[in-house]
């Protein structure tokens, strides 16, 4: 079954305590990208990778990381957490960008305390 | 120049009825303009889009009309039902280069009552 996968799907931590969330799609997509996503603020682009060579920021990158070493795979890593970056996350995939519908994963929901 | 901005926030609207969702935008590099619909638990989900280059785009009850000049487009729902009760996001993308960015507005929760 094509999909975009994410793990874990719940997530409670403490300030501090570094984690990194797995996005991972099997349809040999190019372009993956994370969101996060706050009531009132809809969906909030953290990173962006339109291949396994170009990743650039998104509209809120800061305390975030991501890695793209190999073309279905893109975790989010943050370094060390803090109660502001409490939200639900999701990862989304698309064949190219941005003519091609972005697959989006189950999300993520974090919560940091 | 980078904003999105959605409204209404919110839409009631009664069964067989047409719901109406506008976004407008400031960026003219803007060239492709999803609309992703959102049931509760679960990720977004493309429902339909539009390039610059046409005024409008209809797929079966979904239409997206769009006006470049004004740099608005909108999302038409024709005999809304239960069904479509949602959270429904327009964006806008600007494919130049290496740019990947795609701008979601803050979304409609739109409620179809029976």
């Known amino acids: 079954e094509a999909q975009v996968t994410q793990n874990p799907r719940y997530l409670i931590t403490v300030t501090g305590k570094k984690l990194t969330v797995t996005c991972s799609q099997n349809?040999?997509?190019?372009?993956m990208s994370w969101y996060r996503q706050d009531p009132g603020l809809g969906l909030r682009q953290i990173y962006y990778s339109m291949n396994v060579e170009v990743t650039d920021k998104g509209d809120v990158p800061e305390g975030y990381k991501v890695s793209r070493k190999e073309k279905r795979n893109f975790p989010l890593i943050l370094e060390s957490p803090s109660p502001n970056q409490t939200s639900l996350y999701f990862c989304a995939s698309s064949l190219r960008f941005p003519y091609n519908e972005q697959f989006f994963g189950p999300g993520t929901r974090l919560t940091v305390l | 120049q980078q904003q999105v901005k959605q409204s209404p926030q919110s839409l009631i609207v009664q069964k067989g009825g047409i719901s109406i969702i506008n976004c407008a935008y400031e960026n003219t590099a803007f060239d492709y303009f999803p609309w992703y619909q959102q049931f509760p638990g679960k990720g977004p989900a493309l429902l339909i889009a539009?390039?610059?280059?046409?005024s409008e785009k209809k797929e079966g009850r979904f239409t997206i009309s769009f006006n470049k000049s004004a740099k608005q487009f909108s999302l038409h729902i024709m005999d809304s039902q239960p069904g479509d009760s949602a959270t429904y996001f327009c964006a806008a993308a600007n494919y130049g280069g290496s740019q990947g960015n795609l701008i979601f507005g803050k979304g409609t929760k739109l409620s179809v009552k029976p």
């Open positions: 539009i390039r610059p280059d046409v």
């Open positions: 349809m040999n997509h190019e372009y």
